[in-house]
């Protein structure tokens, strides 16, 4: 992603909700296990949280949908012990992803399937469980005070995290992806899409993971991303390869190569700094096309300005120059308040720095 965001001020209660989580994989995946309320009260050791569990469960004598699918990973585990034991080793390890960004060793335990045993199948049984955490339970009543143990909300849902996470960065006027425009209010919350940086369809441990929601525009998640991952090989990738916001977002990293004159198409790729392709760079442009968005950005708002310079009937070269100037400055200190000011700001920069594409917009406003 491109800019740099702040963990929202919930986010040591959705940290306790990983907590519930592990308890309930714990539960699950050590058989045998007794899948009656007092069994749940022993396992987890905590009436409350164990109450309100089966109460998600189970819906007077019918077992609900989330809770069909506990009991569907309670029969797989019964059959094959072995998923059990490496569910839990995935959740012990990759739960802490948020913690390796400078970790050049560390890797998703999940995607990594032992030899033999263990398929990709075995593990899809847990995924409507663990999703459903997210889709049925986040995405509807929320997690009551007994889980996450705060006292600012009485049950967290994913609408709360969403307005948490746009007032604590209060200064971020646009989407941290695109550069776009900032999701609109509707109904005094902010209509963004919560994006799962890590698929909830690939990562389902993470479905519920406060390091792993990053709201972001529709655009970007919707039309673009999908369920794209952002590691695209496992076995040659780490999570260096990635640009995440938390703590390494890539507009510190990058810049944009332009080429081709204007009037005749402008092509965008995104590099690091050193003028180089890398891992990451290549995985940004793959999961949100950015350079192909940015390229038509450009193609559309370029027009706009070329005409706001002609209104201002400059009369020599020099104006044009200190007008791109200024229009630089201001738009490097808006950049992450107002929209596209990153982009139009290495706009900028490319017509100060290339003498023929200076020309070529003088000649453009009649100027020789």
Not at 137 to 149: E, L
Not at 276 to 304: C, H, M, P, Q
């Amino acid at each position: 992603m491109l800019h740099r965001v702040n963990p929202p001020q919930y986010t040591p209660l959705l940290m306790r909700v990983v907590e519930f989580e592990k308890n309930l994989l714990r539960w699950v995946c050590t058989p045998p296990v007794t899948f009656t309320l007092d069994g749940v009260k022993a396992a987890f050791g905590n009436d409350d949280q164990a109450e309100w569990l089966w109460e998600r469960i189970e819906r007077g004598e019918k077992k609900t949908s989330f809770g069909k699918a506990v009991q569907n990973a309670i029969q797989h585990v019964q059959q094959h012990p072995a998923v059990g034991q490496w569910i839990l080793q995935c959740a012990q390890n990759d739960l802490d992803f948020y913690q390796h960004f400078t970790d050049s060793q560390f890797s998703f335990v999940e995607r990594r399937l032992p030899s033999g045993a263990i398929t990709a199948n075995d593990l899809s049984v847990f995924n409507p469980m663990l999703v459903g955490l997210y889709e049925t339970i986040f995405g509807g009543s929320g997690f009551p005070v007994a889980i996450h143990q705060g006292s600012v909300v009485d049950n967290l849902t994913r609408a709360h995290w969403n307005e948490n996470f746009w007032a604590t960065n209060t200064s971020l006027g646009v989407c941290p992806v695109c550069d776009g425009k900032k999701p609109d209010l509707v109904h005094r919350s902010r209509a963004s899409d919560l994006d799962h940086f890590f698929p909830k369809e690939k990562y389902p441990l993470l479905s519920i993971h406060p390091y792993n929601l990053i709201p972001i525009c529709s655009t970007c998640n919707s039309r673009a991303k999908g369920i794209k991952d952002p590691l695209n090989e496992h076995t040659a990738e780490t999570l260096l390869d990635t640009f995440y916001p938390y703590c390494c977002p890539a507009i510190d990293h990058i810049d944009l190569h332009i080429s081709k004159s204007i009037g005749k198409g402008i092509k965008i790729a995104i590099q690091e700094h050193n003028g180089a392709s890398s891992k990451r760079t290549n995985n940004l442009v793959r999961v949100f096309d950015l350079e192909t968005r940015w390229a038509d950005w450009y193609e559309n708002y370029i027009g706009n300005r070329i005409e706001i310079m002609c209104s201002r009937l400059f009369t020599t070269q020099d104006q044009v120059h200190e007008y791109l100037q200024n229009d630089l400055i201001d738009s490097s200190i808006l950049q992450a308040k107002q929209e596209n000011c990153f982009v139009y700001a290495k706009f900028l920069q490319h017509l100060l720095n290339d003498p023929q594409e200076f020309e070529d917009l003088c000649a453009s406003i009649g100027l020789k």
